[in-house]
């Protein structure tokens, strides 16, 4: 079984902002696993299903962003899973936008959701995605604000293929998913991407 946790904030005001670009994977990941995530279970929403035959649970806590780690090491209490069982997935100010990254472990890089995940969970040993939403003089305003509108003809396909990724990287392992993802990028504001 693997764990797929997307951060971001709850609430209708944070929806479609940047810093929810977890959330919004999970979304498409759920379609792809038949799946809702709507159950209520360790300070997280939850659907469990199956993507390309592996047994997943979907998470998006509750806790907002800078409390990630409270939800994540409950989960991984709960469904007694290792780290290497877990697959964060966030935005990244530090990659710009048309980009994703997947690594196996690594520092915060500055991302409080990903901060609070190391802090309770005693390590950075897990395997994340993130999803490059570009650099912006006000961080705080940039990560809590809507994508622009020129940014969104493309958002689609690039949470779409963050989703790819990520189900990639249950099935098939993180390191053929970082082989065929991370040089991905989007080319144009129209959407065309390469790989």
């Known amino acids: 079984m693997k764990l797929i946790v997307g951060l971001g904030n ?3 005001k944070y929806r479609f902002t940047r810093h929810n670009a977890g959330f919004m994977v999970v979304d498409r990941l759920a379609g792809a696993a038949g799946t809702t995530v709507n159950r209520r279970r360790c300070f997280s929403l939850v659907g469990e299903g199956r993507l390309n035959g592996v047994r997943v649970v979907l998470a998006k806590p509750q806790t907002y962003m800078n409390l ?3 939800a994540v090491s409950a989960l991984c ?3 007694r899973l290792e ?3 877990l697959l964060v997935i966030c935005d990244d100010l530090d990659l710009e936008f ?4 997947l690594r196996p472990k690594g520092g915060s890089g500055g991302h409080r959701g990903l901060a609070s995940i190391i ?3 005693g390590s950075s040993d897990f395997p994340r995605v993130r999803i490059g939403i570009g650099k912006a003089e006000d961080a705080s305003a940039h990560v809590l604000g809507e994508f622009a509108p020129e940014d969104q003809s493309g958002l689609e396909e690039i949470l779409s293929t963050a989703a790819l990724a990520a189900a990639c990287a249950c ?3 993180l390191d053929e ?3 065929r993802f991370n040089s991905w990028r989007l080319m144009s504001a129209n959407g065309t991407a390469e790989v």
């Open 98 to 101: 048309g980009r994703i990254r």
């Open 177 to 179: 998913a970082m082989s």
């Open 10 to 12: 709850p609430g209708a």
């Open 77 to 79: 209490r709960h469904y």
């Open 83 to 85: 780290l290497a069982d």
């Open 119 to 121: 802090a309770a969970l």
């Open 171 to 173: 099935r098939e392992g």
């Open 68 to 70: 990630s780690g409270l």
